[in-house]
């Protein structure tokens, strides 16, 4: 995140003696990307983090993939899945390629492990329920309709959740960044942008955590989860100072921009990574143009395979969709709203709905959850 962040204590040079008051070290660590040339924070632990007792593999299956899947839209219901688990066994994945995973998670028994997703950034973004996220870098309290963007590497564990929970969760391969063009040279997102910092909500400072009992950390690596057993609680960390850090921002902060006659997803982006962007929809008035038709057309993109978590409200394009509901339209199927749905917009001045689109530059994969919760008439609903 391109926002310089400091928290805690740290000492006025780098790489320099910093002892506590009692005249114990601080071991220094970076958390860096792209070796020493990307983004980076410093933190300053009272234990060495290395001190490792033993490490495992823990057996999980990743994906189960549906390997003659028909490329044909789709409609399937995640509420319909069975959810439960921890922080590793309750992702349910419904698509995947090479550069992101999508899943819902509804955590039922989440303990006092830490985890660490180590080959992908993550959004988990919160459809039900509030809690606290807690990391070395500190504590994000998060609620119904937040991002939380944890960057590939951070140490997170989720406590105090709500018993009513779902997330839907993007995993990504490649970082997760804002949108390049609301920002400007130095990374500050511009006046036109439909989000600023004051939105951006960073960590907040929680006391390091002095205790040399025995945690246990899974990570999660090349598709394979191991559990580390770490001979002291990872959470002590003094303070810190950098750019790489998890952060949040609200759906409900986003003021969508609108126009005379209808703007295409792209005015709705929220986060870009190299393999897809992210757009949400949001409550917003409708296009003002006598002739305007709000809904939007037909449209064939070649490109992209397009993904759609719909989240709460009056989706004005679809017919059939319920929270939770996620649909697929394959790049090159033409798709657009069904019977009806265009008429119906016109003249309309205002909409309510809270969706979130995934388009995806490579074909996304369709795993077997999908087939047990699809809708299986729906690459017919075009039909009067
Ligand atoms: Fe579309």
């Known amino acids: ?222 598709n394979r989860f191991f559990e580390y057993e770490l001979d002291h609680h990872p959470f002590d960390v003094v303070g810190w100072d950098g750019y790489l850090y998890p952060w949040a921002l609200s759906i409900h902060e986003y003021m969508p921009t609108v126009g005379k006659i209808h703007l295409p997803p792209p005015v709705h982006q929220v986060f870009q990574s190299a393999g897809f962007v992210v757009c949400n929809f949001v409550p917003r008035l409708f296009d003002w143009h006598k002739d305007a038709i709000p809904a939007p057309y037909f449209h064939q993109n070649v490109d992209s395979d397009e993904v759609l978590y719909y989240v709460d409200g009056d989706f004005m394009s679809r017919k059939g969709i319920e929270p939770g509901s996620i649909t697929l339209h394959p790049g090159d199927v033409p798709h657009g709203p069904q019977p009806g749905k265009i008429e119906a917009s016109i003249g309309k001045k205002e909409v309510y709905e809270f969706a979130v689109m995934v388009d995806t530059f490579k074909p996304l994969q369709v795993t077997q959850q999908v087939a047990r919760v699809m809708d299986k008439k729906y690459h017919r609903s075009w039909l009067d």
């Open 1 to 222: 995140m391109p926002i310089y962040h400091q928290l805690g204590q740290i000492p006025s040079k780098k790489h320099v003696v910093f002892k506590s008051e009692e005249g114990d070290m601080y071991w220094e660590q970076l958390y860096s990307t792209l070796g020493f040339s990307g983004i980076y924070s410093t933190l300053y632990h009272c234990l060495p983090p290395t001190r490792v007792r033993e490490i495992c593999e823990i057996p999980q299956a990743f994906v189960e993939e549906w390997g003659d899947a028909p490329v044909q839209p789709y409609h399937f219901f995640t509420n319909h899945v069975e959810h439960s688990g921890d922080i590793v066994s309750g992702r349910r994945c419904f698509l995947f390629n090479d550069d992101v995973t999508l899943s819902t998670a509804s955590f039922t028994e989440l303990d006092d492990r830490f985890y660490r997703n180590s080959q992908a950034d993550e959004i988990l973004f919160v459809h039900r329920g509030e809690g606290e996220l807690h990391t070395e870098h500190g504590l994000i309290r998060f609620r119904q309709g937040d991002y939380l963007v944890v960057p590939r590497g951070v140490m997170y564990r989720i406590e105090q959740l709500s018993e009513d929970n779902r997330f839907f969760i993007i995993e990504s391969f490649h970082p997760i960044e804002t949108p390049k063009r609301f920002r400007n040279e130095f990374g500050q997102l511009l006046e036109h942008a439909p989000f600023c910092e004051r939105d951006i909500r960073r960590p907040e400072h929680r006391e390091p955590v002095i205790q040399k009992d025995p945690c246990k950390l899974v990570i999660k690596r090349r």
